[in-house]
């Protein structure tokens, strides 16, 4: 993979580079497999980044993401806007229109889109919309604008994808039980994986599943969950340990609804930036069987965003 380029903006201070050099995973794929959570950054020269964003990234390219999908050996992508970009959605579109049909998207949007511009989103392959409550990364957004706007994407078959924090579910609750489409939460929910996994937090966290089976989850972000680290900083075997139990135990009562994401170019990192190939590596710790692996990875993500081949 080539080197990041940086446009013409400042970086957020103390922001890190994806690292440009992922080990070969040892874990093979299967056929098929789709890196379900993932971003482009730009680049800022051609898409700037949106005025009211939290941070400034480094430039991140889909032909860097690209090239990153057959480096790991997946064969397919759903591009996320990240909010570094707002509710602009070209570069994250015009992703999906350069992938010849291996990429699908999650976009942001305001009530004030049009119906023209939600159906060409849809031609490109945008599938989704996604509502994100994490205050350090976007202002407020009223309930009810986010309410018409699910009403509205429904009616093309369209999901919400919804990333929130743990502490925060309890009084996200009943906002997300009166979402009318499939609900896809990024990172499980970003559980404390210093807190018991049966714990009432996480015990939550799965009654939602349990309890409202249109709700889906992404198995992804031990990087971001962790405080065991790497293996290079803890010096173990299993990358990100600490996550794997709440990852498997998500795996396996819910096979049919979860998914799995690098999440490159992994925003917001500050400690240290992951290793794609090592996160690659982490999958057979949380899905254990090839059954369960191909669920992950190939027969969810296809029957969410390619329904009309799966
Ligand atoms: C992620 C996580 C983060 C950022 C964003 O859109 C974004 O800016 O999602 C984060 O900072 O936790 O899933 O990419």
């Given at each position: 993979?080539?080197?990041?380029?940086?446009?013409?903006?400042?970086?957020?201070?103390?922001?890190?580079?994806?690292?440009?050099?992922?080990?070969?995973?040892?874990?093979?794929?299967?056929?098929?497999?789709?890196?379900?959570?993932?971003?482009?950054?730009?680049?800022?020269?051609?898409?700037?980044?949106?005025?009211?964003?939290?941070?400034?990234?480094?430039?991140?390219?889909?032909?860097?993401?690209?090239?990153?999908?057959?480096?790991?050996?997946?064969?397919?992508?759903?591009?996320?806007?990240?909010?570094?970009?707002?509710?602009?959605?070209?570069?994250?579109?015009?992703?999906?229109?350069?992938?010849?049909?291996?990429?699908?998207?999650?976009?942001?949007?305001?009530?004030?889109?049009?119906?023209?511009?939600?159906?060409?989103?849809?031609?490109?392959?945008?599938r989704g919309v996604?509502?994100?409550?994490?205050?350090?990364?976007?202002?407020?957004?009223?309930?009810?604008?986010?309410?018409?706007?699910?009403?509205?994407i429904?009616?093309?078959g369209w999901h919400v994808v919804?990333?929130?924090?743990?502490?925060?579910?309890?009084?996200?609750?009943?906002?997300?039980?009166?979402?009318?489409t499939t609900v896809v939460?990024?990172?499980?929910?970003?559980?404390?994986?210093?807190?018991?996994?049966?714990?009432?937090?996480?015990?939550?966290?799965?009654?939602?599943?349990?309890?409202?089976?249109?709700?889906w989850?992404?198995?992804?972000?031990?990087?971001?969950?962790?405080?065991?680290?790497?293996?290079?900083?803890?010096?173990?075997?299993?990358?990100?340990?600490?996550?794997?139990?709440?990852?498997?135990?998500?795996?396996?009562?819910?096979?049919?609804?979860?998914?799995?994401?690098?999440?490159?170019?992994?925003?917001?990192?500050?400690?240290?930036?992951?290793?794609?190939?090592?996160?690659?590596?982490?999958?057979?710790?949380?899905?254990?069987?090839?059954?369960?692996?191909?669920?992950?990875?190939?027969?969810?993500?296809?029957?969410l965003?390619?329904?009309?081949?799966?």
């Amino acid at each position: 993979m080539s080197k990041p380029v940086t446009g013409p903006f400042e970086k957020t201070p103390g922001w890190l580079d994806w690292y440009e050099g992922p080990s070969k995973p040892r874990f093979k794929v299967p056929a098929g497999a789709v890196d379900a959570h993932c971003h482009v950054f730009g680049p800022g020269g051609e898409y700037p980044y949106a005025p009211e964003r939290k941070y400034t990234p480094c430039d991140a390219s889909r032909a860097q993401l690209y090239a990153l999908r057959d480096h790991l050996g997946f064969s397919r992508n759903v591009v996320v806007q990240a909010t570094c970009h707002g509710a602009d959605n070209r570069a994250m579109v015009d992703a999906l229109i350069h992938s010849g049909g291996k990429a699908r998207g999650v976009a942001t949007v305001r009530r004030s889109v049009g119906d023209a511009e939600l159906k060409a989103m849809h031609e490109a392959g945008v599938r989704g919309v996604r509502f994100n409550f994490v205050k350090r990364l976007v202002d407020f957004t009223p309930r009810d604008e986010l309410i018409e706007i699910a009403g509205r994407i429904a009616r093309l078959g369209w999901h919400v994808v919804i990333y929130f924090e743990a502490v925060d579910l309890p009084e996200l609750w009943d906002f997300f039980t009166t979402l009318p489409t499939t609900v896809v939460v990024d990172h499980m929910g970003r559980p404390d994986v210093t807190k018991p996994v049966d714990g009432p937090e996480f015990e939550l966290f799965v009654k939602f599943m349990r309890e409202h089976t249109n709700v889906w989850s992404k198995v992804s972000c031990p990087e971001r969950l962790s405080v065991a680290g790497p293996p290079a900083l803890n010096g173990e075997q299993n990358a990100y340990r600490d996550v794997i139990p709440f990852a498997r135990r998500i795996v396996e009562t819910f096979p049919d609804r979860v998914l799995w994401g690098t999440d490159w170019p992994h925003p917001n990192l500050k400690g240290h930036m992951p290793d794609d190939g090592l996160l690659v590596d982490f999958i057979p710790h949380i899905a254990v069987t090839q059954e369960l692996q191909r669920k992950l990875l190939v027969d969810n993500p296809m029957r969410l965003y390619w329904p009309e081949q799966s």
